[in-house]
């Protein structure tokens, strides 16, 4: 694969935020502005990192995303990705020959920019699979959150034996009453009145069948702190 000797980070929403939850957009642009990022977003040339048509098995489809994302990124200089959707960060560091960090990495390293303790309750955090399992992922989201005064609770299933939320790898589409059991039975190992997760995908389907315990995406706890 060809290793780009450019200098731009690009910040990379993913589909979900960009088209479905751009208010998760906009917080992670903010967020990176206040840690002093140096950053480049390219909204009119994004197009999708190709993990859903991989899944389902078409490759060459897969193939032609690949080819139109590294051209785009070789036109922008890009030689690093900062992307708040784990999958995403997954199949770029996979499958692209380029770096790439979920934003809860990014994040912690700049933490002091945050003020500490400011929180004072009990959570439960979620681990989404393609950020845990898939790329090992588990103690900077957690360190953040007790950074910010939150005790973790655990959920029964965490870290590697994490439970899927149920709304990836195309199950809600296709197998959608399959998709909300599995997403309910995640709630019910949530001990606590708030559950916290960095996924985008994995907060809208937790969010979509949740009755009683409030499901928040990551940025939503740091912006309020800005």
Not at 132 to 152: C, D, S
Not at 160 to 178: D, I, M, P, Q, R
Not at 199 to 204: N, R
């Amino acid at each position: 694969m060809e290793k780009f000797k450019f200098g731009n980070t690009l910040y990379y929403p993913g589909c979900m935020s960009k088209y479905a939850l751009p208010v998760i957009e906009r917080n992670y642009r903010d967020i990176l502005g206040k840690i002093g990022i140096d950053f480049i977003t390219i909204p009119d040339d994004e197009v999708c990192c190709g993990s859903p048509v991989l899944k389902a098995g078409y490759r060459e489809d897969f193939e032609n995303l690949r080819k139109k994302n590294l051209e785009t990124f070789k036109k922008y200089g890009v030689t690093k990705i900062i992307t708040s959707c784990p999958t995403c960060a997954y199949m770029f560091r996979k499958y692209y020959g380029i770096e790439a960090e979920h934003i809860t990495q990014t994040i912690w390293r700049h933490i002091k920019k945050f003020q500490p303790n400011m929180y004072n309750e009990e959570v439960c955090y979620h681990d989404p699979c393609h950020l845990g399992r898939y790329m090992g992922v588990y103690n900077e989201p957690r360190k953040i959150l007790e950074y910010l005064g939150f005790k973790v609770k655990e959920l029964k299933n965490n870290k590697e034996s994490s439970l899927c939320c149920g709304g990836g790898g195309g199950l809600k589409s296709n197998y959608k009453k399959l998709s909300q059991d599995i997403a309910k039975i995640r709630l019910e190992q949530c001990s606590a009145k708030k559950l916290i997760t960095p996924c985008p995908m994995c907060y809208s389907h937790l969010k979509e069948n949740s009755k009683e315990i409030k499901v928040m995406e990551f940025s939503e706890v740091l912006t309020s702190l800005m």
